[in-house]
């Protein structure tokens, strides 16, 4: 791995006496594609723009390639962002918008003034960072007849200009549509392997973070949750949160006997886990795309159905297991009030230390409720932007 | 047109007769003698009032300049206070529209006066003794006028130019600032340019009103500061009566207003979310 | 924000408040002063609250300030609201060209507003004045008023036009804001097109609505150059009272309604706020409103249709009511100078007759007759001085009087009838008689003064007063240069505009004034003025410093002399004004009050044993020679004739160059 070029030690910030970050300890490597994911009000975009310099920490610091940036006003830092509603000015048209930073100069060693940067060099960048988000040839255009995807592009041509060593996203693409979305999650990362630069992006869209992300920071409630690589946050959830926050996930108490054995619902399971102390409580995941279903009588738990919902590729199937109801998808259709089995594998079981958060998710007795939650968290997350001072 | 358009009917009625009509009449009247025959020489002889057309330029632009020189820092650091703040500060600007402009212009002319307020105060600090004056003459001055127009219509900026400011986007500064602009180069190159509209409104809503004044310089400036307010008072309800002449003036003063105001839009692209509160 | 900067900006916050805030503060300030200047603290007071109360003229203008601030209100916000619906309903073309002739009154100096509005006014008064002839000819059901004039009328109507636009303004970005199903939802949902428009519409723009209605009282309070060109002279807001109060002297009682007004704004305003912020607080607590129970009977719409409709009457009754209580009693519009009379006698003449005295002030001859011109005036008895009867006579201007029913004209001494204004005595019964002179203020001035000269001289350059009318000062001039006040000789009057020309030049003037020469004098703001003979005696009851001559090259004697204008609409009340005060005994209650002198022989002759009787000491007979110039000095005096047209227009240029 390459070297690393933030680090954030202790922070902690708040506002009107509320705690946002709780004492985050956070490095950064050069040129990788960095994730803040979490709900509104974890603390995510705080991050970013300490990062930024839009927020100064109330303690802690922030440390850019060793050396402490805490004081360091935004526009002295080697970081640029492209924001939610991307910011763009809208006296300047789409040259201008992006020909903006350049205009202001760039920074000579050991001398206070900014040297101008001729014409013909600010024409050529601006040209050459169209081309990268694939705009040229609107340059004339105004900022507000662009659409939604193209003011985007304007964005982060207009933040890469800079050749910044970082790039700060906060959830850029939340206003675009689900397909435009898609195209630019490939754009974006694309754009990133091709500048190779720092990406440090935030979304509450786990989708987002695992399609796009090397490494994902999983927050919640000031903390940092997890910090892992895609294929760990989501096969090794450190907690219910995490495991419920990234996928589906069935939650549910167990005792963890010995080294690889856990039992729940009165009953042992062979697992993968080992570490724990013994008989200790645990919280215990399973995936529902993990679960298989059998004949009743072939399975190690018997449950009823008592809700499917035909969801293209699969269907999603609502089991009641001795009343904990569990969300398993499968391929087969199993009709309302079939009485079903299922067979678990080591593999297909989690087990987590208990935490705050157990107990609290992973039941899907109010299923619809649980994916109403996700639809929210857009909204929610504006009025987090908005009582930033 | 559907039903709905139908209300707009009394309305373009309405403008035809208030708006519309009005105008035309005056219009009539500018091109007539006062016997009723057509003439251009109410608009040539009006080369003897060049003086008059002057001052009040002269003192309306500085009464303009005054009211962007101080209102333009004040809404400015109005929109960056709080949100009580901000809708107190408003609530103090508008407040005194509510009590006739006349009443508190009068309150400035005892004020000035020779033996008014300010002069009893140089007086009993023994300022004017010691410049060996009896008085320092303030009413009865350009300045006056100036003054009271400055007085009169500064909330007149400050509401167009706050109303725009505060409406300005956080992450707009934050975006230039983020792009490697310090805080005198966020304002000069995104701040002001997008506060411009509010600064355009506010400047002709201050300069209108004051090139065409008559009460103030009335009474501030005591009859010896004519500005074409006076003029066209004068004309119609003043010791002059000649309300062709009263028209023409007021033709012209429309008309260079209109002027003004094309260039100024032309300046601020955007007005209409600017124009008032 | 940085803690320094805020402090420098929170310090120019401050002091632009305080700014704005001292000139009322001082008013308020000053209306609680026991003494009657502006400007010097006597002692606290509530008297001029007393005083306010008293004042018809100052309530009667508030309450005409607030009667048209309110209805222009109402009528334009509901006119404004439909309007802005009917216009988004437009295709964008019709719209974008409609609303550009909307804005034309916003953008536009309110005095060209005004003017057009007035001669919009006039003009159809004109036509109207031949329809109506015609129409009473054709048949005899109904009588058409055949003589209109501005008024309150006119004025609520220009405030309705210059307020629609600003509403518009307001309704149409919430109209734009508005999702355009709305209407279709609501009426899907079983509404008719008016309920979708209450229920549905309404509310939604309410803001903009409120707004708009805000601002309409706003700008309709805050108003007063376009009242003032289209109220005519019969209606006065409290701003044209207050600017034809800054022409002579401004009671503190001004500074009283002030006080009201703006501390009921304040009350207002707070008490809103704090509603808010009650509300808001609750919004906070996150518990809903409490309601209390509603008895059904006030859920009923019909209820509140009934309600509103009961609300309605009330109001359109009180309006009339009061419109009544002024208009349907006989009445006599009386137009004369300031301070020209005892005010107590309005009242006792009202009292005896019951006809309600309508009193209006003008300040110069010219203004009263660019007033009659501009059909602004509705007057019926006016108190003109002799040159300009002579020229109302000349223009047709006047009624002949029917002195059988003015049997006090008997008591006018010969030697103020007849006179050249009106040789056959057809038109005028003679109120004032008096002279001009110079009044200045012995504390200021060393020497005394004897000629013109003085006045023009570089002695006291910033310190004269130059009197505001052109044949007055033009006169003042000829004197001084040996001519008649009379002469028609262009060169001569040429040369006394040089004269005045090169004063100004020198800037030996320090203003030009009318009757702000009280309030000048008085307050020893200026140390010479030319002045009324009468009007100097007012003066010296506040300034005691001050003394009056007539200069040597002798000056204008004149008679000021009631006359009721042509088709005046109360002909027989004008009558029994003029008479009563022709009057021996208001003769002389108005000459202890205004100090001019009366020309019924009667009256002068017992004035100094009145004063006596009166004041309990004897007339200073100095004085009584001021007010009652005698006849040795009246003969250095020359009476303004009536001059030719030619003569008025050279006049009236020479006068408004004078002036740039």
Known sequence: MSKELIRLVNCSMAFDGEQVLDHIDLYINDSEFLTLLGPSGCGKTTTLRIIGGFLTPLEGEVLFDGVRINDIPPHLRQVNTVFQRYALFPHLNVFENVAFGLRLGRKVEGQKKKERIPEEEIRERVMEMLEVVSLKGFENRRITELSGGQQQRVAIARALVNRPKVLLLDEPLGALDLRLRKDMQSELKRIQQQMEITFIYVTHDQEEALAMSDTIVVMDQGRIQQIGTPEDIYNEPKNAFVADFIGESNILDGVMHEDFVVEFFNRKFKCLDKGFAPMEPVDVVIRPEDVDIVPPESGQLRGTVTSVTFKGVHYDTIVDFKGFKWLIQTTDFHDVGETIGIVLNPDDIHIMHKSQYSGLFGDYSSYSEEYDEIGDVAKLDEEEGAQDE | MNKRGLFAVPYVIWMGLFVVAPILIMLVYAFSTAGGGFTLDNFLGMGDYLSVFGRSFYLALIATLVCLLIGYPMSYWMAREGARFQKVAMLLIMLPMWMNFLLRTYSWMSILENNGLINQFFRAIGLLDALGVDHIQMIRTPGAVVLGMVYNYLPFMILPIYSVIVKLDRSLLEAAADLGASAGQVFRKVILPLSLPGVVSGVTMVFVPSVSTFAISRLLGGGTQMMLGDLIEQQFLGGAYDPQLGAAISMVMMAIVVVCMTVMNHFGEGEEQAVML | ?660
């Not at chain 3, 939802?185 to 509310?203: E, H, I, N, S, Y």
């Not at chain 3, 805000?214 to 009272?241: N, P, R």
């Not at chain 3, 059904?296 to 009934?306: D, P, S, T």
Request: charge should be negative; glycine fraction near 6%.
């Open chain 3, 1 to 660: 924000m940085k803690r320094q900067e805020r402090l420098g900006s929170r310090l120019l916050i401050g002091l632009v408040f305080l700014f704005l805030y001292a000139p009322i503060v001082f008013l308020i300030v000053f209306s609680f002063n026991a003494g009657d200047s502006s400007a010097v603290w006597r002692g606290f007071s509530l008297h001029w609250y007393a005083e306010l109360f008293q004042n018809r003229l100052i309530m009667e203008s508030v309450y005409t300030t607030l009667l048209v601030s309110i209805l222009a209100t109402i009528i334009s916000t509901i006119a404004g609201t439909f309007a802005a619906i009917g216009l988004y309903s437009l295709g964008r073309r019709k719209r974008d060209a409609l609303l550009a002739v909307n804005n034309i009154p916003m953008m536009n100096a309110d005095i060209v507003t005004g003017v057009s509005l007035c001669l919009f006014f006039v003009a159809f008064f004109q036509g109207w004045g031949g329809f109506a002839k015609w129409f009473n000819g054709v048949q005899s059901l109904v009588e058409l008023p055949t003589r209109l004039h501005l008024g309150f009328t006119t004025m609520l109507l220009a405030h309705i036009a210059f307020n629609i636009p600003y509403v518009i303004l307001n309704v149409a970005p919430k109209l734009r804001q508005m999702d355009r199903n709305l209407i279709d939802a609501a009426q899907d949902l079983g509404c008719t097109w008016m309920q979708a428009f209450w229920k549905v519409v309404v509310p939604e723009i309410k803001p903009g609505i409120v707004s708009g209605a805000l601002i309409a009282f706003t700008m309709s309070i805050d108003d007063f150059v376009i009242s003032y060109f289209t109220a005519g002279s019969s209606t006065s807001t409290l701003a044209m009272t207050i600017y034809g109060m800054t022409k002579r002297r401004i009671t503190p009682e001004i500074n009283a309604v002030s006080t009201l007004l703006f501390l009921s704004v304040l009350v207002l305003l707070l008490a809103n706020n704090i509603r808010e912020a009650r509300l808001e607080r609750r919004r906070e607590l996150g518990a809903a409103p409490r309601r209390r129970p509603v008895p059904a009977l006030l859920q009923n719409k019909w209820f509140h249709r009934g309600a509103a409709a009961v609300a309605a009457c009330a109001l359109a009754a009180v309006i009339l009511f009061l419109h009544d209580a002024t208009a349907s009693r006989p009445v006599v519009n009386v137009c004369s100078w300031g301070e020209y009379i005892d005010t107590d006698l309005i009242d006792q003449f009202e009292e005896e007759t019951g006809i309600r005295v309508n009193y209006q002030t003008v300040d110069s001859n010219e203004t009263l007759y660019s007033l009659l011109k501009s059909g602004g005036a509705d007057y019926d008895v006016i108190v003109p001085s002799d040159y300009m009867i002579a020229l109302l006579i000349a223009e047709d201007m006047l009624e002949p009087l029917d002195y059988q029913k003015i049997p006090n004209f008997a008591k006018i001494g010969d030697r103020f009838k007849y006179l050249s204004y009106d040789p056959d005595n057809l038109y005028t019964v003679p109120y004032t008689w008096g002279t001009l002179g110079i009044i200045y203020n012995t504390a200021m001035v060393e020497k005394e003064i004897a000629s013109w000269r003085d006045i023009y001289s570089d002695d006291y350059a910033g310190q004269v007063l130059l009197i505001n009318n052109s044949r007055d000062a033009l006169g003042e001039a000829l004197l001084c240069l040996g001519y008649s006040v009379n002469t028609t000789d262009e060169g001569e009057i040429r040369a006394a505009y040089e004269l005045l020309a090169d004063a100004t030049r020198r800037g030996v003037f320090q203003g030009k004034v009318m009757d702000e020469v009280f309030q000048t004098m008085e307050g020893g703001n200026a140390a010479i003025a030319t002045y009324y003979a009468g009007d100097y005696l007012t003066m010296l009851e506040n300034n005691e410093d001050l003394a009056f001559v007539i200069p040597e090259e002798g000056s204008n004697w004149f008679v000021d002399a009631m006359c009721v204008l042509k088709d005046a609409p109360h002909y027989e009340e004008a009558h029994q004004w003029i008479d009563f005060m022709a009057s021996t005994e208001a003769s002389l209650a108005n000459m202890d009050f205004i100090w001019y002198a009366s020309p019924n022989e009667e009256a002068l002759a017992a004035y100094p044993a009145y004063y006596e009787e009166l004041y309990e000491e004897p007339l200073d007979q100095e004085l009584y020679e001021i007010m009652a110039t005698p006849p040795e000095v009246l003969e250095r005096c020359e009476v303004y004739e009536y001059l030719p047209p030619e003569t008025r227009t050279l006049y009236n240029d020479l006068w408004i160059k004078l002036g740039i």
